[in-house]
């Protein structure tokens, strides 16, 4: 008899998701069956559910893209893992492994690669299909509520800082201090960076003070750019922005030093104005930046297994997804939750 194994739905952009009963998938040649312990819920997902972005994914589907749990069945010809194994399934589900970019590892921009939670069925299912190539290998320390956030929250602020090119000693502006940012901060201390917090919210500047943040601005003020040059004497060496909103774009540019680079990683729909004069004659780069390689996972992992990073996280059950979704878009998750699949 075909097993069951409930999911969570997105059936129309912009609806609740929806508890279906599903079958539990097998594992064909070349891919793996995960058993879900875990799972973080980033603001990414809730861009998917809405149908935010120019490429859609095909209803229904099953998003989740920090999804940790056991290898429970390999399918013939898997070497890469075996069963028993804790593994994480990212956003970054599996690339092509051979066209320009996988072989220079920016295996991340590769035309073929598959999305977990979005072009993939992703962990918001007792169950998760995985490619055992592209699965993130959970350190023995970290503890599956402590891993979820890392596989995309973690890695992409991590590779986010180090895409500043700002070094020990210098400033970085970590513009939304959520899910993200939150580890954002943790990681920039580690990394030896002096960390300006900017959010609209305070119990999130507050938060990040007590992560080590040396500086905290309020982007609701009247001139925060202003505020953070003030406290960076003259503008932070490296900015992350990490806010799902465009009016921390611009203003995230105007916070960047002379010579000093700018990474996006926040993904709100639409564009935003760039003051060209500005960045022209300031020498400022812009740059773009898509969650991280298998080896930058790797390495943002061993932070959380060293005890260096630590995500904030709240437990919640599947069934309450559409209240979690909801909360997340009001600004009124205080970190990560991650939905827990622990039997009860
Ligand atoms: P989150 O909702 O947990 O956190 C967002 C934070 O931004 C909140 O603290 C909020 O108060 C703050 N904020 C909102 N407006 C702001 C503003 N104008 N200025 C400063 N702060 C502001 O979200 P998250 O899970 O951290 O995700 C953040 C964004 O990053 C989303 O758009 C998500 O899709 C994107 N993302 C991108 C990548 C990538 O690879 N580039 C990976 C993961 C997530
Ligand atoms: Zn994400
Ligand atoms: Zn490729």
């Known amino acids: 008899m075909t097993r069951k194994m409930q999911a969570a739905q997105v059936e129309q952009f912009g609806q609740l998701l929806v508890l279906r009963e599903l079958d539990v998938p097998t594992p064909g040649p070349g891919q793996i069956l995960v058993k879900t312990e875990a799972c973080g819920v980033c603001h990414t997902d809730l861009h998917a559910a809405g149908g935010d972005w120019p490429l859609k994914p095909a209803l229904p589907f099953t998003p989740g893209h920090e999804g940790i749990g056991i290898v429970a069945a390999i399918g013939a010809g898997v070497r890469a893992v075996k069963e028993g194994d804790r593994v994480g399934v990212p956003w970054l589900y599996s690339a092509c492994g051979h066209c320009e970019f996988c072989l220079s590892a920016r295996e991340t921009v590769c035309a073929e690669a598959e999305f977990g939670g979005y072009t993939k069925n992703g962990g918001f299912a007792d169950y998760i299909l995985a490619d055992p190539n592209y699965v993130a290998h959970i350190p023995a320390l970290l503890a599956p509520r402590d891993a979820a956030p890392l596989i995309c929250a973690g890695i992409t602020s991590y590779k986010g800082l180090k895409e500043t090119q700002a070094r020990p000693g210098e400033w970085v502006v970590v513009s939304g201090v959520g899910g993200l940012g939150h ?116 390495e943002a992992l061993a932070f959380g297994a060293a005890g260096k990073v630590k995500a904030d996280t709240e437990l919640q059950p599947l069934s309450a997804i559409n209240d979690v979704f909801k909360r997340l878009a009001n600004g009124e998750v205080p970190s990560r939750v991650v939905l827990d699949f622990s039997p009860r």
């Open 183 to 298: 580890l954002a901060v943790q990681y920039a201390k580690a990394m030896g960076l002096q960390v300006c917090a900017v959010d609209v919210d305070d119990g999130k500047l507050d938060h990040a003070r007590r992560l080590g943040a040396d500086a905290m601005v309020n982007a609701r003020l009247d001139d925060p750019v202003a505020a953070v040059k003030k406290a960076t004497g003259g503008g932070a060496h490296g900015v992350l922005i990490t806010a799902p909103s465009l009016g921390a774009f611009k203003q995230g540019v105007g916070m960047t030093r002379k010579f000093g680079t700018c990474v996006l990683v926040g993904l709100p729909p639409g564009e935003f104005p760039t003051p060209l004069f500005d960045v022209v004659a300031n020498c400022i780069t812009i740059r773009g930046s898509f969650v991280g390689t298998r080896a930058d996972m790797a």
